[in-house]
């Protein structure tokens, strides 16, 4: 099974800062990744496809990049709203495989 | 608008059966596979199994492989997931997902609420 690796695990940070949390791939996927958004007792939200395609009605400050084992996302301007946990995704073969998380706080 | 309401979750003892529907709306469901995705509480989340479009493909975590099966009914524009041999660590909240196209090799677009599942005497 491919393996996700993302980090940090967690991150603090302010309103208006730029962040980025990576995924690593232990072998390629080419683009076949997505990221999501999970806010605390509620259902993941779906942000990006292939690793840098956003989903409609997300806001541009989300952006997504990488090919092949590396992929980043990043919140251009953090907002109070983004404070949540992020998970990245690899659809590229079977099984399917999700990243362990990031939760994002706000400082 | 998009809803997948899962129902089925519950209490069941190790060894026992349990069966999890997932009512979906607003699309045309037989284009897209469906996926169940579960969540132990605390932790990360762990792709379960997924199913085509027409039902004919079937794809299983080694973690439920022989144990869970998943099934989908066109007509009824249902999901489910039939789970046997129940063990603890299959605690979690399940959730009901669309997949954005036909095959399955695609993100999930759409989530239900989630079911949780406890396992325990």
């Known amino acids: 099974a491919i393996q996700l690796t993302q980090s940090p695990s967690s991150l603090s940070a302010s309103v208006g800062d730029r962040v980025t949390i990576t995924c690593r791939a232990s072998q390629g996927i080419s683009s076949a990744l997505a990221w999501y958004q999970q806010k605390p007792g509620k259902a993941p939200k779906f942000l990006i496809y292939?690793?840098?395609s956003l989903e409609s009605g997300v806001p541009s400050r989300f952006s997504g990049s990488g090919s092949g084992t590396d992929f980043t996302l990043t919140i251009s301007s953090l907002q109070p709203e983004d404070f949540a946990t992020y998970y990245c995704?690899?659809?590229?073969?079977?099984?399917?495989?999700f990243g362990g998380g990031t939760k994002v706080e706000i400082k | 608008e998009v809803q997948l309401v899962e129902s089925g979750g519950g209490l069941v003892q190790p060894g026992g059966s349990l069966r999890l529907s997932c009512a979906a709306s607003g699309f045309t469901f037989s284009s897209n596979a469906m996926s169940w995705v579960r969540q132990t509480p605390g932790k990360g989340l762990e792709w379960v199994s997924a199913i085509s479009g027409s039902g004919g493909s079937t794809y299983y975590a080694d973690s439920v492989k022989g144990r869970f099966t998943i099934s989908r009914d066109n007509s009824k524009n249902t999901l489910y997931l039939q789970m046997n041999s129940l063990r603890a660590e299959d605690t979690a909240v399940y959730y009901c997902?669309?997949?954005?196209?036909?095959?399955?090799?695609?993100?999930?677009?759409?989530w239900g609420q989630g079911a949780l599942v406890t396992v325990s005497s």
């Open positions: 995704q690899q659809f590229n073969s079977y099984p399917l495989t």
């Open positions: 997902a669309k997949d954005r196209g036909y095959s399955g090799y695609v993100p999930k677009d759409y």
């Open positions: 292939d690793a840098s």
